[in-house]
């Protein structure tokens, strides 16, 4: 089980480069707005933008967001997930 588990990881660090990272950031924000119930509002606090920038950040428009912003989404939602990834269920 836990090999699995570790391959799934390496699987997962092999794909980054040909993937688009945006999407998997995307899918990190998301998992903290729908099962962690933390706000756009607060995501934007967090990070010290507008809740316009996380609209926008969420709606695909990835070259209309600045990369500093999109940074910021990052850096911010990469720390909730580490954070709150003890409150999700084992799969």
Same mark, same amino acid.
Do not use: C
């Given at each position: 089980?836990?090999? @699995?588990? +570790?391959?799934?990881?390496?699987?997962?660090? &092999?794909?980054?480069?040909?993937? *688009?990272? !945006?999407?998997?950031? %995307?899918?990190?924000?998301?998992?903290?707005?729908?099962?962690?119930?933390?706000?756009?509002? @607060?995501? +934007?606090?967090?990070?010290?933008?507008?809740? &316009?920038?996380?609209?926008?950040? *969420?709606? !695909?428009?990835?070259? %209309?967001?600045?990369?500093?912003?999109?940074?910021?989404?990052?850096?911010?939602?990469?720390?909730?997930?580490?954070?709150?990834?003890?409150?999700?269920?084992?799969?």
């Amino acid at each position: 089980m836990e090999r @699995t588990k +570790a391959l799934d990881k390496i699987m997962f660090l &092999a794909m980054i480069p040909e993937e *688009l990272p !945006d999407l998997k950031v %995307k899918a990190f924000l998301e998992i903290v707005l729908s099962y962690h119930q933390l706000s756009k509002e @607060t995501i +934007a606090k967090m990070a010290g933008i507008k809740v &316009a920038d996380v609209d926008r950040f *969420l709606n !695909d428009q990835w070259e %209309k967001t600045d990369a500093e912003i999109k940074y910021k989404i990052a850096a911010v939602t990469m720390a909730l997930r580490f954070f709150l990834k003890d409150n999700e269920p084992e799969q």
